[in-house]
């Protein structure tokens, strides 16, 4: 209900940056799983964007992106779950063959 005088503030015409923002940070994790512990990292950071998204679409009706910050949420939660799967799997085929650095032989 508007005022005298006043216009009604229009529902849903202001992109949310946040959401924005988090969604580039998630998929961008997918693509940087080769090395899990920066993929994982970055799809933290990716939720924790979501999260203050998710803060703001609570204060401010006239956001928009409730969808790119539940994107978000699920390809973070996704992409951490395969980092660590990555990081377990690369562990135990270390383990396996011996792991790590092999010292020199050459003695002088």
């Given at each position: 209900m508007?005022l005298?005088?006043?216009p009604?503030?229009?529902?849903?015409?202001?992109?949310?940056?946040?959401?924005t923002?988090?969604?580039?940070?998630?998929?961008?994790?997918?693509?940087?799983l080769?090395?899990?512990?920066?993929?994982?990292?970055?799809?933290?950071?990716?939720?924790?964007?979501?999260?203050?998204?998710?803060?703001?679409?609570?204060v401010?009706?006239?956001?928009?992106?409730?969808?790119?910050?539940?994107?978000?949420?699920i390809i973070?939660?996704?992409?951490?779950?395969?980092?660590?799967?990555?990081?377990?799997?690369?562990?135990?085929?270390?383990?396996?063959?011996?792991?790590g650095?092999?010292p020199?032989?050459?003695?002088?």
């Amino acid at each position: 209900m508007a005022l005298k005088g006043q216009p009604m503030p229009e529902i849903g015409n202001v992109p949310c940056k946040e959401a924005t923002t988090a969604l580039t940070m998630s998929i961008l994790s997918l693509f940087l799983l080769f090395c899990p512990i920066v993929g994982a990292i970055l799809a933290a950071s990716s939720l924790a964007q979501a999260h203050k998204a998710a803060q703001l679409f609570a204060v401010d009706p006239r956001l928009t992106g409730k969808e790119r910050m539940r994107a978000a949420r699920i390809i973070a939660i996704i992409a951490i779950v395969l980092a660590v799967i990555i990081f377990i799997v690369d562990k135990m085929i270390q383990v396996k063959s011996g792991g790590g650095p092999r010292p020199s032989r050459r003695r002088f």
